[in-house]
Every structure is written in structure tokens, then in C-alpha cells.
Nanobody
Framework: QVQLVESGGGLVQAGGSLRLSCAASGRTFSSYTMGWFRQAPGKERELVARISWSGSSTYYADSVKGRFTISRDNAKSVVYLQMNSLKPDDTAVYSC?????????????????WGQGTQVTVSS
């Protein structure tokens, strides 16, 4: 069992930055692929970024590539999402998710554990 708790969301103006954190507890954090998803009102949940066990492999959705950076600190059991140059279209609830073992997991149903989510609102 893994428990995930996100923090760092809030209200920011377009062009600004936020850093989301996801603290994990429970089983060995370094055994999990971690993902950040977001869901805006009326839209499907989408994978924003993903990071491998070691942090050596990452994936970004085209919509955030070059603006967002995912990273992890396995010693602290935390995964981060640094979001720069934020746009109003980035407004959503952001959730971190964990999937045991390595893989290119792109769909929400492939993840085993979820945090409660944190709201990010970008004003124009």
C-alpha cells in the first residue's frame, strides 16, 4: 500500500510558476513509476508527466513540454512537478499517481495509487 499526498497548488497569474510536491509513504517508493495527471472541468483526465524509478527516464505531454519538469527524490520519497510559464489552459486538478514496476504507463487505469489532488488555477 502507498499513500500519496500532494501539495503546492494555488492561484497564479499567467506566465507564473508553481511547484507541486507529492509525498509518498508506505512501500518502497523507488520501486514505483510516478505520474502527474490533471483533469480540467468537463475534460478527461490526462497524463502530464511521468518519471521512471531512478528518474533517468521522463515523459511529457506535448502541451507542457519545455514548460514543466518532473523530478523525484527517492531518499525523501517525494516527486515534484515544476511548472513554469503557466497558461490559463493549465488550470485543473493535478494528481500524482504510482504504479509498481517500470513501464511507460500512460493511462490512469494503469496506476495503482492516487493522491487526493491539488487545484491549480491560472488567471489571465
Amino acid at each position: 500500500q502507498v499513500q500519496l499526498v500532494e501539495s503546492g497548488g494555488g492561484l497564479v497569474q499567467a506566465g507564473g510558476s508553481l511547484r507541486l510536491s507529492c509525498a509518498a509513504s508506505g512501500r518502497t517508493f523507488s520501486s514505483y513509476t510516478m505520474g502527474w495527471f490533471r483533469q480540467a472541468p468537463g475534460k478527461e483526465r490526462e497524463l502530464v508527466a511521468r518519471i521512471s524509478w531512478s528518474g533517468s527516464s521522463t515523459y511529457y505531454a506535448d502541451s507542457v513540454k519545455g514548460r514543466f519538469t518532473i523530478s523525484r527524490d527517492n531518499a525523501k520519497s517525494v516527486v515534484y512537478l515544476q511548472m513554469n510559464s503557466l497558461k490559463p489552459d493549465d488550470t485543473a486538478v493535478y494528481s500524482c499517481a504510482a504504479r509498481y514496476y517500470s513501464g511507460r504507463y500512460a493511462n490512469s487505469y494503469e496506476y495503482d495509487y492516487w493522491g487526493q489532488g491539488t487545484q491549480v488555477t491560472v488567471s489571465s
